[in-house]
């Protein structure tokens, strides 16, 4: 077991700096335009939303046709707004600190498979949300970005799911692959097995989030950008030049 512990938090570490160099390298060079604050008030804005994303993480809402380990939050919505406002690796390290304070807040209660997949898949979603909505900062790119983002996190966050996290949450939990489908079937009879499990639980799990995180974005990031972001406002105010 010990083992087992010790390459899965290798695994995580080395997924969480892939995470960070693909958002620096994509801010870098495909981000045409982002929010440049100093170096204080771009920490302080982090530091707001992964608060606000753990707390959100707390309040978790339960599926009527997914086993009761798969819940949903609405933590993924300040990330979304941190990235919009202040680039890709900004949402990446949100996502990061969001998952650390919802583990001090409350630990894990799934031998913290569940809380890296959260962090993983959310990074899915988040990450070409925000790179295309930088490409070109308009309405029309915020929508094509958070729907590629659903998209991405629907496909990968499944896969991931079927090929790692499920298996591995089976192995550091010590329940049995047959129990985890058996919570999935006592739901759903059609879910026999962990590629059903994935198709009638996580596929349609995943595309929810995306949805609701999407709308929720689109509706109140414009409204509440001069509330939350000072400068913004100053800009907004800011006379015409003749």
Same mark, same amino acid.
């Given at each position: ?8 938090? $290798?695994?995580?570490?080395?997924? &969480?700096?892939? %995470?960070?160099? @693909? #958002?620096? *390298?994509?801010?870098?060079? /495909? ?45 993924? $919505?300040?990330?979304?707004?941190? &990235?919009?406002? %202040?680039?890709? @690796? #900004?949402? *990446?390290?949100?996502?990061? /600190? ?145």
């Amino acid at each position: 077991m010990l083992k087992e512990n010790f390459s899965f938090v $290798l695994v995580c570490v080395l997924v &969480a700096v892939a %995470l960070f160099l @693909v #958002a620096k *390298v994509c801010e870098k060079y /495909l981000c045409r335009s982002f929010r440049r604050v100093t170096g204080a008030r771009y920490l302080t804005y982090i530091a707001m939303f992964s608060a606000l994303g753990g707390v959100l993480m707390l309040l978790e809402i339960p599926l009527f046709f997914a086993p009761g380990f798969y819940k949903m939050d609405l933590g993924e $919505l300040p990330v979304l707004m941190s &990235a919009f406002y %202040l680039g890709p @690796v #900004a949402g *990446v390290v949100t996502e990061f /600190l969001k998952v650390v304070l919802k583990l001090l807040l409350k630990g894990t209660g799934t031998a913290f498979v569940g809380d890296f997949a959260n962090f993983v898949v959310g990074c899915a979603f988040v990450l070409p949300a925000s790179i295309i909505y930088h490409r070109n900062k308009t309405r029309k790119t915020a929508i094509i970005g958070m729907v590629v983002g659903t998209l991405c996190m629907t496909v990968f966050g499944s896969a991931f799911n079927a090929y790692y996290l499920i298996p591995k949450f089976s192995q550091l939990f010590g329940m049995p692959l047959e129990a985890i489908v058996a919570m999935g079937t006592a739901i759903n009879s059609s879910i026999k097995s962990v590629g059903t499990l994935v198709l009638y639980a996580v596929v349609p799990f995943n595309i929810l989030k995306g949805v609701v995180d999407s709308i929720l974005t689109y509706l109140l990031y414009k409204r509440l950008e001069p509330m939350l972001f000072p400068e913004a406002k100053q800009k907004q105010n800011r006379p015409v030049q003749p």
